[in-house]
């Protein structure tokens, strides 16, 4: 097992040799910007113009997200579609939103050639070249949103900014997310010292720790899941995004013994108890976390709280995400995982090269 060496999260040649994770971390506002900025044109022609589809379906990357912001204001029935295809009922009278991104995706471009092929309205977001593109080329009718990178996050903001216009979804403000997008990134900076960088910090915790990572809310469990995906990528050890009740038996450990050699057995670790927090008053949320931190404070297992209250639902949900990301990074860093950039290495925590959003 790798030892962690918390020097190097202030290691200039540490920090250097991850600067290709780092660097595109730190640009995720700017992407945001970038495909608002692509996709103004065809945003411009969106409005409800008297139409509502008699539901919406989204598939591809991150359809799960959409789905979480959308489900709980979506005037119509929205699902969140595994594929591959669509459901039996799809048809003309149906909205179908495919996000695609420059990997294959078989799932994605089955759904959008089978809206195509059914006549099913269909927005599609994703790399003019890509796969999705190709499939969907042959409809006059669908909406194009094109992609400027791989970022799943930035294009489902661009999706979402349309749903708003056409009276389908909440509001979303763009320049708001992107902002507080680069608000993290000024926060987790690599030149912040421990001290002022949250994201260190978290690092530090799940040094030596097995992450268990729960969010209260769907878009706060939602960001569990692609945080902890970035911690896997980053540290090559198991870590777990469950719902209260999973996660309440993993925290009956034995008392920490005090006087344990740390080299003795170092692949037994502790869980570490991360709370994503994004001000959603819930009286159940609120009661299944203090069962949750109850449980922790009982059998000695570290708790940490990221919170974010403020902003839209997709900047709550963007400013969660980027904030674990940054933590997987130094925790990566800390463990010695990153050398020179080479075409193994994902290019940005928590996004695998093949991204199941399901």
Same mark, same amino acid.
């Given at each position: 097992m790798?030892?962690?060496?918390?020097?190097r999260?202030?290691?200039?040649a540490?920090?250097? @040799?991850?600067?290709?994770?780092?660097?595109?971390l730190?640009?995720a506002?700017?992407?945001?910007?970038?495909?608002?900025e692509?996709?103004e044109?065809?945003?411009?022609?969106?409005?409800s113009? !008297?139409f509502?589809?008699?539901?919406?379906?989204?598939?591809g990357?991150? @359809?799960r997200l959409v789905?979480?912001?959308?489900?709980?204001?979506c005037p119509?029935?929205f699902?969140?579609? /595994?594929g591959p295809?669509?459901p039996?009922?799809? #048809?003309p009278?149906?909205l179908?939103?495919?996000l #695609?991104g420059?990997?294959e995706?078989?799932?994605?471009?089955s759904?959008?050639?089978e809206?195509?092929?059914r #006549?099913?309205?269909? $927005?599609v977001?994703? /790399?003019?070249?890509?796969?999705?593109a190709?499939?969907?080329?042959?409809?006059?009718h669908?909406?194009?949103?094109?992609s400027?990178?791989?970022?799943?996050?930035?294009?489902?903001?661009a &999706?979402?900014q349309?749903?708003?216009? $056409?009276e389908? #979804?909440?509001? &979303?403000d763009?320049?708001a997310?992107?902002?507080?997008? %680069? %608000?993290?990134?000024i926060?987790?900076s690599?030149?912040?010292d421990?001290?002022?960088?949250?994201?260190?910090?978290?690092a530090l $915790?799940l040094?030596?720790?097995?992450?268990?990572?729960?969010? !209260?809310?769907?878009l706060?469990a939602?960001?569990?899941?692609?945080?902890v995906e +970035?911690?896997r990528?980053a540290s090559?050890r198991?870590?777990l995004?469950?719902d209260?009740?999973?996660? $309440?038996?993993?925290?009956?450990?034995?008392?920490? %013994?005090?006087?344990a050699d740390?080299f %003795?057995?170092p692949e037994?670790?502790?869980p570490?108890?991360?709370?994503?927090?994004?001000?959603?008053e819930?009286? &159940?949320v609120?009661?299944?976390?203090r069962?949750?931190?109850a449980?922790a404070e009982a059998?000695?297992?570290?708790v940490h709280?990221?919170?974010?209250a403020?902003?839209t639902?997709?900047?709550r949900?963007?400013?969660?995400?980027?904030?674990?990301?940054?933590? @997987? +990074?130094?925790?990566?860093i800390g463990? !010695?995982r990153?050398?020179t950039?080479?075409?193994?290495?994902?290019?940005?925590?928590?996004?695998?090269?093949?991204? /199941?959003?399901?």
């Amino acid at each position: 097992m790798s030892f962690f060496d918390d020097s190097r999260l202030e290691d200039p040649a540490a920090l250097g @040799a991850a600067d290709h994770l780092l660097r595109r971390l730190a640009m995720a506002g700017a992407r945001v910007r970038a495909e608002l900025e692509a996709a103004e044109e065809a945003l411009s022609k969106f409005d409800s113009d !008297g139409f509502r589809p008699r539901a919406v379906l989204a598939a591809g990357r991150d @359809a799960r997200l959409v789905r979480a912001i959308l489900e709980p204001v979506c005037p119509v029935p929205f699902v969140a579609w /595994p594929g591959p295809g669509l459901p039996g009922w799809a #048809g003309p009278l149906d909205l179908v939103i495919v996000l #695609g991104g420059l990997a294959e995706d078989s799932d994605a471009v089955s759904a959008a050639s089978e809206a195509e092929r059914r #006549g099913c309205g269909l $927005m599609v977001a994703c /790399p003019p070249d890509s796969p999705v593109a190709q499939a969907s080329a042959g409809s006059r009718h669908a909406i194009r949103l094109p992609s400027q990178s791989d970022d799943q996050l930035a294009a489902a903001v661009a &999706v979402l900014q349309g749903l708003h216009q $056409m009276e389908l #979804g909440p509001e &979303v403000d763009h320049k708001a997310v992107a902002a507080l997008l %680069d %608000d993290v990134a000024i926060e987790c900076s690599p030149n912040n010292d421990v001290a002022s960088n949250p994201a260190k910090d978290l690092a530090l $915790m799940l040094a030596d720790a097995l992450p268990l990572v729960w969010g !209260g809310s769907v878009l706060a469990a939602r960001a569990a899941r692609r945080v902890v995906e +970035a911690l896997r990528l980053a540290s090559g050890r198991p870590a777990l995004a469950a719902d209260a009740g999973h996660l $309440m038996p993993v925290l009956n450990q034995p008392p920490r %013994d005090l006087f344990a050699d740390p080299f %003795d057995k170092p692949e037994e670790l502790r869980p570490g108890l991360v709370i994503l927090d994004d001000g959603v008053e819930d009286a &159940v949320v609120a009661e299944q976390r203090r069962k949750l931190e109850a449980k922790a404070e009982a059998h000695d297992v570290r708790v940490h709280v990221v919170r974010q209250a403020d902003g839209t639902d997709i900047a709550r949900y963007a400013a969660l995400t980027q904030h674990g990301r940054y933590a @997987a +990074a130094y925790l990566g860093i800390g463990l !010695g995982r990153y050398g020179t950039a080479t075409d193994d290495e994902p290019t940005e925590p928590g996004i695998p090269s093949e991204d /199941p959003a399901w």
